[in-house]
């Protein structure tokens, strides 16, 4: 049931004592970095767990202006992995790691596995991208530490993915949400039913936000269960928080971060069960401590225990990010709110992007959908029919009419990193 | 039953032109087309001589394609022959969704092609009114 039940179930109070020790040490071990040593040269140990609001924030323009080294609390020696964002624009973000906070990654990662019902016996392959990216790596090393035999494959190539599946007997995999779905068109192009001829039983999904709906979707697809899970990089990667058995939001390991819900305008902290920005101290890192640090993920703590028996609380599935938010024509919109209408409705299909343009000082939101080669019926009747139908259903999802036009398929960018659906094509 | 092609096709250049390369490419023979668009997509109709090898081949190439009925009856080169025909479906409650037409050999006639998909009643309408239907292979080789 439990990877370490000790610590998994243990009383919320004790939970919190173990937090105030291990964020005072933080805090302290944070002091030996040139960012914290001037941010919390006026803290000192905290009395209880409720003083960390007193403690300032950290933002993504904090670690970019650390660049390379502000962030690091010990000598460079120590150091044995560096991951990084992918810096488009300016510096990107660079996170370090000793030995041992490697270990405690892994073990946070085996811990995630085990709770969705993965073992040692298992046979893991691992579809994300390795390299600087943390969700290839991540997951790796908690797989090893579970026991599992792993399958360092990497993204892409289906063809692939499904001949080492079908020959080693894969049964969980680490996969991104979208390109679940374009691997199990794969095989069905190549006569693959994965019901019945491949011996998967788990996914890990995560790394991109996605809904209940298209989770349920790859369930039905595959038949097996698929978990959600959330993570970042500035925090370690994969495994902050995982989805039990119970499948009802993501258990957050309170003995590696602490969580708080702000008002991303007021910085105000919310009470649990209401949604806002995620804050996380990650208080169980050596390298690089980030105190308070704003994700910019929306989410909220659902407040009621959890019948799996571990006491740790959980998060919702994150709704978007507000940096991801769009506002068309002064309408706030989440690119989530239009995967979810667009997964609602069975005949169109699940590739699409979003476009937005600007014409006569008015935003313009349009949606192009790959065509539904199997529900195609061969008139244009009924296209417009379907066209008018996701159109009345992003208007009243989102507040804004939207146009829809169907595509070719397989014209749309292969998603088989992080799927870009959105595309904002107005003069910034 | 004889069936023409219906094509799902992107409004933009090069679209309609990456279809007929395939048909070429196979040395399949169009007879007849019709296309109708909706803004930014439309679909295209084809009638061609071999429209299975034609599907087969299209889906190949992930085309967006399927199979229509069609029924594809002949009429005289004169002013007149498609008004009667149609007043003669219509008086039967027959609604036709698509058609077109192209003029035989002989140029002395046309054939009418009637997408009958959804009325299967239309086979029998036809041969009520003494419609000259076309056998299947006439329809693909005239
Ligand atoms: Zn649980």
Same mark, same amino acid.
């Given at each position: 049931?439990?990877?370490?039940?000790?610590?998994?179930?243990?009383?919320?109070?004790?939970?919190?004592?173990?937090?105030?020790?291990m964020?005072?040490?933080?805090?302290?071990?944070?002091?030996?970095?040139?960012?914290?040593?001037? @941010?919390?040269?006026?803290?000192?140990?905290?009395?209880?767990?409720e003083q960390?609001?007193?403690?300032?924030?950290?933002?993504?323009?904090?670690? /970019?202006?650390?660049?390379?080294?502000?962030f690091?609390? %010990?000598?460079?020696?120590?150091v044995?992995?560096?991951?990084?964002?992918?810096?488009?624009?300016?510096?990107?973000?660079?996170?370090?790691?000793?030995?041992?906070?490697?270990?405690?990654?892994?073990?946070?990662?085996?811990?995630?596995?085990?709770?969705?019902?993965?073992?040692?016996?298992?046979?893991?392959?691992?579809?994300?991208?390795?390299?600087?990216?943390?969700g290839?790596?991540?997951?790796?090393?908690?797989a090893?530490?579970?026991?599992?035999?792993?399958?360092?494959?990497?993204?892409?190539?289906?063809?692939?993915?499904?001949?080492?599946?079908?020959?080693?007997?894969?049964?969980?995999?680490?996969?991104?949400?979208?390109?679940?779905?374009?691997?199990?068109?794969?095989?069905?192009?190549?006569?693959? &039913?994965?019901?019945? &001829?491949?011996k998967?039983?788990?996914?890990?999904?995560?790394?991109?936000?996605?809904?209940?709906?298209?989770?349920?979707?790859?369930?039905?697809?595959?038949?097996?269960?698929?978990?959600?899970?959330?993570?970042?990089?500035?925090?370690?990667?994969?495994?902050?928080?995982?989805?039990?058995?119970?499948?009802?939001?993501?258990?957050?390991?309170?003995?590696?971060?602490i969580?708080?819900?702000?008002?991303?305008?007021?910085?105000?902290?919310?009470?649990?069960?209401?949604?806002?920005e995620?804050?996380?101290?990650?208080?169980?890192?050596?390298a690089?401590?980030?105190?308070?640090?704003?994700?910019?993920?929306?989410?909220?703590?659902?407040?009621?225990?959890?019948?799996?028996?571990?006491?740790?609380?959980?998060?919702?599935?994150?709704?978007?990010?507000?940096?991801?938010?769009?506002?068309?024509?002064?309408?706030?919109?989440?690119?989530?709110?239009?995967?979810k209408?667009?997964?609602?409705?069975?005949?169109?299909? @699940?590739?699409?992007i979003?476009?937005?343009?600007?014409?006569?000082?008015?935003?313009?939101?349009?949606?192009?959908i790959?065509?539904?080669?199997? =529900?195609?019926?061969?008139?244009?009747?009924?296209?417009?029919?379907?066209k008018?139908?996701?159109?009345?259903?992003?208007?009243?999802?989102?507040?804004?009419?939207?146009?829809?036009?169907?595509?070719?398929?397989?014209?749309?960018?292969?998603?088989?990193?992080?799927?870009?659906?959105?595309?904002?094509?107005? @003069?910034? | 039953?004889?069936?023409?092609?219906?094509?799902f096709?992107?409004?933009?250049?090069?679209?309609?032109?990456?279809?007929?390369?395939?048909?070429s490419?196979?040395?399949?023979?169009l007879?007849?087309?019709?296309?109708?668009?909706?803004?930014?997509?439309?679909?295209?109709?084809?009638?061609?001589?071999?429209?299975?090898?034609?599907f087969?081949?299209?889906?190949?190439?992930k085309?967006?394609?399927?199979?229509?009925?069609? =029924?594809a %009856? %002949?009429?005289?080169? %004169?002013?007149?022959?498609?008004?009667?025909?149609?007043?003669?479906?219509?008086? /039967?409650?027959?609604?036709i969704?698509?058609?077109?037409?192209?003029?035989?050999?002989?140029?002395?006639?046309?054939?009418?092609?009637?997408?009958?998909?959804?009325?299967?009643?239309?086979? @029998?309408?036809?041969?009520?009114? &003494?419609?000259?239907?076309?056998?299947?292979?006439?329809?693909?080789?005239?």
């Amino acid at each position: 049931m439990f990877w370490q039940k000790e610590i998994e179930t243990a009383p919320h109070s004790e939970i919190q004592k173990l937090q105030l020790r291990m964020l005072n040490d933080t805090i302290e071990r944070a002091k030996k970095s040139k960012f914290y040593s001037k @941010k919390l040269q006026n803290v000192n140990q905290l009395k209880n767990i409720e003083q960390i609001q007193e403690l300032p924030f950290t933002t993504k323009e904090d670690l /970019r202006g650390g660049f390379p080294y502000d962030f690091l609390a %010990v000598d460079l020696g120590e150091v044995v992995r560096l991951h990084s964002s992918s810096g488009t624009t300016g510096n990107p973000t660079v996170v370090y790691h000793t030995a041992q906070d490697l270990q405690s990654w892994a073990n946070i990662s085996a811990r995630c596995m085990y709770a969705a019902g993965a073992r040692k016996n298992d046979i893991f392959q691992n579809t994300m991208g390795y390299g600087l990216f943390t969700g290839g790596l991540g997951f790796h090393y908690g797989a090893e530490r579970l026991g599992m035999m792993t399958i360092p494959i990497g993204p892409g190539n289906s063809k692939r993915q499904t001949w080492f599946m079908q020959n080693f007997g894969t049964t969980t995999v680490h996969i991104l949400p979208s390109y679940a779905v374009r691997l199990y068109h794969s095989m069905k192009e190549d006569g693959i &039913d994965p019901k019945k &001829d491949l011996k998967l039983k788990i996914f890990f999904i995560g790394a991109e936000p996605h809904t209940e709906e298209l989770r349920r979707e790859i369930q039905e697809l595959y038949g097996l269960k698929a978990f959600n899970s959330y993570g970042l990089s500035e925090i370690s990667g994969p495994g902050v928080a995982f989805e039990c058995g119970e499948q009802d939001g993501m258990h957050i390991w309170e003995d590696f971060v602490i969580p708080e819900i702000i008002d991303p305008d007021t910085l105000e902290v919310l009470p649990d069960g209401q949604e806002g920005e995620l804050v996380l101290t990650a208080i169980n890192r050596r390298a690089m401590p980030v105190i308070r640090y704003r994700t910019r993920d929306l989410t909220k703590i659902l407040p009621s225990p959890c019948a799996c028996g571990r006491t740790h609380r959980k998060i919702a599935r994150i709704k978007g990010r507000t940096d991801d938010m769009m506002i068309i024509n002064g309408v706030n919109i989440f690119p989530i709110q239009i995967e979810k209408t667009i997964m609602n409705i069975p005949e169109a299909s @699940k590739n699409y992007i979003i476009e937005i343009a600007e014409k006569n000082y008015m935003d313009k939101l349009s949606v192009k959908i790959e065509i539904n080669d199997e =529900a195609f019926d061969g008139t244009l009747e009924d296209l417009e029919k379907l066209k008018h139908k996701i159109e009345t259903e992003l208007k009243s999802e989102t507040g804004v009419s939207p146009i829809v036009s169907f595509v070719d398929q397989g014209t749309l960018p292969a998603a088989e990193g992080k799927a870009k659906r959105v595309y904002d094509l107005r @003069k910034k | 039953m004889p069936f023409h092609l219906s094509v799902f096709l992107e409004n933009k250049p090069g679209r309609l032109e990456k279809i007929m390369k395939v048909l070429s490419e196979h040395k399949i023979n169009l007879s007849a087309m019709s296309l109708a668009s909706a803004g930014n997509f439309g679909v295209v109709k084809l009638l061609v001589d071999d429209p299975q090898k034609a599907f087969d081949e299209l889906k190949k190439q992930k085309i967006t394609v399927t199979k229509r009925k069609i =029924a594809a %009856v %002949v009429i005289g080169n %004169v002013p007149g022959a498609f008004y009667d025909l149609l007043r003669k479906l219509s008086d /039967r409650g027959t609604n036709i969704e698509d058609c077109y037409g192209f003029l035989l050999n002989d140029g002395k006639t046309a054939a009418i092609v009637l997408e009958i998909e959804n009325q299967p009643e239309a086979e @029998k309408v036809l041969k009520d009114i &003494d419609a000259n239907v076309l056998d299947e292979d006439k329809i693909y080789n005239y």
